[in-house]
């Protein structure tokens, strides 16, 4: 089994900068593609950024596109989002999960998951 534990979340200035880390453990991480979602008050979950299993290639929603960057470092077994630049609208739930097969552009739908993290909150202030 694959566990995935998300931390960082906090709460920031708008305009200021967070980094949220997957801590993924059970399994070695490189034969997994990683995806962060969130879900906002009232919203549905969406797909925010997803890193294929190599770390060679990555997708973004347009709403962070220019603002936040995903990496990862399979060594540690561990997957960054870097967020700048953040709004109020960014305040949401933050979730990783993990893919064995499915690739990221499937991944980023929500589609293609096969485990995942319970969460950590960001809140932007305005």
């Known amino acids: 089994q694959l566990q995935l534990v998300e931390s960082g979340g906090g709460l920031v200035e708008n305009g200021g900068s967070l980094t949220l880390s997957c801590q993924v453990s059970?399994?070695?991480?490189?034969?997994?593609?990683i995806g962060w979602f969130r879900q906002g008050p009232g919203k549905e979950r969406k797909g925010v950024s997803c890193i294929s299993s190599s770390g060679d290639m990555s997708n973004y929603d347009d709403s962070v596109k220019g603002r936040f960057t995903i990496s990862r470092d399979n060594a540690k077994n561990m997957v960054t989002l870097q967020m700048n630049r953040l709004k109020p609208e960014d305040t949401s739930v933050y979730y990783c999960?993990?893919?064995?097969?499915?690739?990221?552009?499937?991944?980023?739908?929500?589609?293609?998951?096969?485990?995942w993290g319970e969460g950590t909150l960001v809140t932007v202030s305005s």
């Open positions: 999960a993990a893919a064995r097969w499915a690739p990221c552009e499937v991944v980023i739908t929500e589609h293609g998951l096969d485990y």
């Open positions: 059970g399994l070695p991480s490189a034969n997994y593609h």
